[in-house]
């Protein structure tokens, strides 16, 4: 059940407003950085700066409005995720040239390299799901969405 412990109900945001890339990485780490319970102070640089290394060397805006954007950063204990969702579209330089509308970020520490090759393996799998993706997409809350995607991982059995 990883999908559901990244993508917690309050890591969530429904009605994204950013207009481009750099708008939205700073938007979901804004979503991170208010749940953030760890002892340590955010790293809110350190995550910023990894996106943008990791999009430097290849779009993460995959296709079929979908982008995962990744990284490892330093400064982190756990692995942390945000799910986006936004209506009327993202400017990501998307390999399909497309806008996005479905953001899963998701952010390791350096340890934890195999929980983050396994989350997105999972992530992979819930995109090919196309009426899963379609009706998240169409989610009008954060509740609903994490519905969504607790119903997904139950009946794929992750």
Do not use: C
């Not at 799901?129 to 609903?144: F, H, I, K, M, N």
């Amino acid at each position: 059940m990883i999908l559901q412990k990244v993508f917690q109900q309050s890591a969530i945001k429904t009605g994204l407003e950013s207009e481009t890339k750099e708008e939205l990485f700073e938007e979901l780490v804004d979503v991170l950085a208010r749940n953030w319970t760890a002892a340590a102070p955010f790293p809110r640089k350190s995550i910023l700066e990894a996106l943008i290394k990791r999009e430097a060397k290849m779009s993460t805006g995959i296709s079929k409005g979908i982008a995962l954007p990744h990284a490892t950063v330093e400064g982190l204990d756990a692995i942390a995720g945000v799910l986006g969702i936004s209506s009327k579209g993202i400017d990501y330089d998307s390999l399909d040239g497309h806008p996005v509308y479905l953001v899963f970020m998701v952010l390791t520490p350096p340890k934890d390299a195999e929980l983050h090759l396994q989350t997105l393996q999972n992530l992979a799998a819930l995109i090919e799901d196309r009426d899963t993706v379609s009706r998240l997409a169409a989610v009008a809350s954060p509740a609903e969405a994490f519905a969504i995607v607790k119903d997904f991982e139950r009946d794929v059995a992750m």
